[in-house]
């Protein structure tokens, strides 16, 4: 499988604050995701990244909140706005290749932000 | 609703002991379904998945899964563990009416002792 990195790799930020994260992929692909892992949870899907579009957010998540952007078939941003405490969390970009024949993600190594 | 359940939160092994976690899902159309691993300190990966034809699936480092449809399980099994099994194991879903969208089991943390 291709390489995903995320930066930044871990971050400890301050109340009120924002943070942005960015997934970079070393190939084209069809869809990129964003993915919140809180703390002993399992993950959740945050949006879908769409390229040259607005991201579409899943139940509970809002482009206020976290804004997506994805300017190319390779790399996508996600920003965590006027953070609380409550957003501590690991982020996760996945990414489904267009070479593949079956819809299959792949996984970053995750982007781990704790809010003070 | 779509949901995956991992009724084993925590299971302990020896080393050479056999595994099955087990993976329930609620979703009665067609479905797409995969097992990641979570090693300690590194990012998620596939083990295996399972999209069509033979319902036994063979996946990396010895690990298969069996779908029984009439279930709705996906059970991972490995018929001896390596203390380099230790790790958090996710089962997961998408509908192939809702493609690309992932819902993921609450995990189950593999230890091994050596």
């Known amino acids: 499988s291709a390489v995903i990195s995320q930066k930044p790799s871990r971050d400890i930020c301050q109340r009120g604050t924002s943070l942005t994260i960015q997934c970079q992929v070393d190939?084209?692909?069809?869809?990129m995701f964003w993915y919140r892992q809180q703390p002993g949870q399992s993950l959740t899907l945050i949006a879908t990244?769409?390229?040259?579009?607005?991201?579409?957010?899943e139940s509970g998540f809002v482009i206020d909140k976290f804004p997506i952007s994805r300017p190319n078939l390779t790399f996508s941003t996600l920003t965590v706005s006027n953070m609380s405490p409550e957003d501590s969390s690991i982020y996760l970009c996945?990414?489904?290749?267009?070479?593949?024949?079956?819809?299959?993600?792949?996984f970053g190594p995750g982007t781990r932000l704790l809010v003070l | 609703a779509q949901s995956v359940s991992q009724h084993n939160h925590h299971v302990i092994l020896s080393e050479a002991a056999s595994l099955e976690l087990g993976c329930n899902y609620s979703?009665?159309?067609?479905?797409?379904l995969f097992w990641y691993v979570q090693y300690p300190g590194q990012h998620l990966q596939l083990l295996l998945k399972?999209?069509?034809?033979?319902?036994l699936v063979k996946g990396i480092k010895g690990f298969e899964a069996e779908f029984i449809k009439s279930k709705f399980s996906f059970n991972l099994r490995k018929p001896s563990v390596q203390w380099s099994d230790t790790a958090e194991y996710f089962c997961?879903?998408?509908?192939?009416?809702?493609?690309?969208?992932?819902?993921f089991g609450s995990g189950t943390r593999l230890s091994i002792r050596p």
């Open positions: 997961a879903v998408t509908a192939y009416s809702s493609a690309s969208k992932i819902i």
């Open positions: 979703y009665g159309g067609t479905v797409n």
């Open positions: 990244a769409n390229q040259g579009s607005e991201a579409t957010y």
């Open positions: 996945s990414v489904e290749y267009r070479r593949e024949p079956q819809e299959t993600q792949y």
């Open positions: 399972y999209f069509s034809g033979d319902p």
């Open positions: 190939s084209q692909v069809t869809m």
